[in-house]
């Protein structure tokens, strides 16, 4: 049984309406700021933040999303993380849920490079976290949001006290092999296609949870895509040639320099994961400096989303981490 106070799945669909809900109406703040200009581009980009705090904080956490993601679907994540004493800080990654898309079609996952990820988010501490909270602050990363605090952190090494990593993005599946994979990104840039679809992406699909890849929790996946259908601004497809290009660069930046890890970090990996590389996380997390592995077995990718006896260890290891 967990110390801390977390959701869950026996009574979340009535806790979902009469607590947590009523706690993100009525708590949270939100706003937006001036994502960094993309080059060649006239205009800033517009990027969605919400923050609560807490009055007897223990300390403050920032979340990175993953893919696809939004504020909006981390209610629960934010309300258990503030029950446990944390003010919580989370923004929506350029071109996805509630900040400014960059393509003409929204539903196309696209960055120019995600060194625009990492100016958002570094822009995002020093206009909205530093100004709000005395603590400095822990990292909680999923999924592309690891990729982003990743390089963030190497970045910037000053910014975060502790991260954890939950089904880190340092490899994508399924894992081609190298010289294959640089085909297929330089044939659909010869195409001129690197703001399309990549080859067989789409736009959003409401997915059964029945073909999902995602959770073993049918209440966390059908809460999470009702939101998305209550909120249609959030929703995207698949990704681009550009995105996917700028991807592998930065996973391949992230190998090459993660030896240089600056700051205590606990990567949790999802034991069934069929979205992110585990063998290539692996690789990773071995040549980081005072970094912990704890492997969730069984777990599919999303695990904070997941069924409570794979998202209660998790979560249970991530305030457990940060307290120490």
Avoid at 201 to 211: A, H, I, M, V
Wanted: aromatic share 12%.
């Amino acid at each position: 049984m967990s110390q801390f106070v977390l959701c869950s799945e026996d009574n979340l669909a009535s806790k979902y309406i009469s607590d947590i809900q009523p706690f993100w109406h009525n708590n949270m703040q939100h706003g937006m700021f001036d994502g960094v200009r993309e080059v060649g581009k006239k205009e800033n980009v517009d990027i969605a933040y919400a923050y609560v705090l807490h009055p007897q904080a223990l300390g403050s956490v920032v979340v990175s999303t993953g893919r696809i993601e939004s504020l909006i679907k981390y209610k629960e994540v934010v309300y258990d993380l503030y029950q446990n004493g944390y003010s919580v800080f989370i923004h929506d990654h350029r071109g996805q849920g509630l900040s400014g898309r960059l393509l003409d079609n929204p539903n196309i996952g696209y960055v120019g490079s995600f060194e625009e990820y990492v100016a958002d988010f570094k822009s995002f501490i020093n206009q909205v976290v530093t100004e709000k909270t005395q603590h400095k602050p822990n990292l909680l990363c999923h999924s592309m949001g690891g990729t982003i605090g990743a390089m963030t952190v190497l970045r910037y090494p000053e910014l975060f006290e502790k991260v954890v990593f939950s089904a880190p993005m340092f490899g994508i599946r399924p894992s081609l092999p190298n010289w294959f994979a640089k085909f297929l990104l330089n044939l659909h840039a010869t195409l001129n296609k690197k703001n399309a679809y990549f080859f067989g992406q789409n736009n959003y699909d409401n997915q059964l949870f029945s073909g999902n890849e995602l959770t073993h929790s049918e209440i966390r996946y059908q809460l999470f895509r009702q939101e998305y259908e209550e909120t249609p601004k959030v929703q995207l497809g698949g990704v681009s040639g550009n995105w996917l290009k700028m991807a592998v660069q930065a996973m391949n930046e992230i190998e090459q320099g993660v030896h240089r890890f600056p700051i205590p970090a606990l990567i949790i990996q999802a034991g069934a994961d069929q979205v992110v590389d585990n063998k290539r996380q692996n690789r990773v997390v071995a040549k980081m400096k005072n970094a912990k592995l704890m492997v969730i077995a069984g777990s599919k990718h999303e695990l904070f989303e997941e069924q409570d006896k794979f998202r209660t260890p998790c979560l249970t290891a991530t305030l457990d981490f940060f307290r120490k």
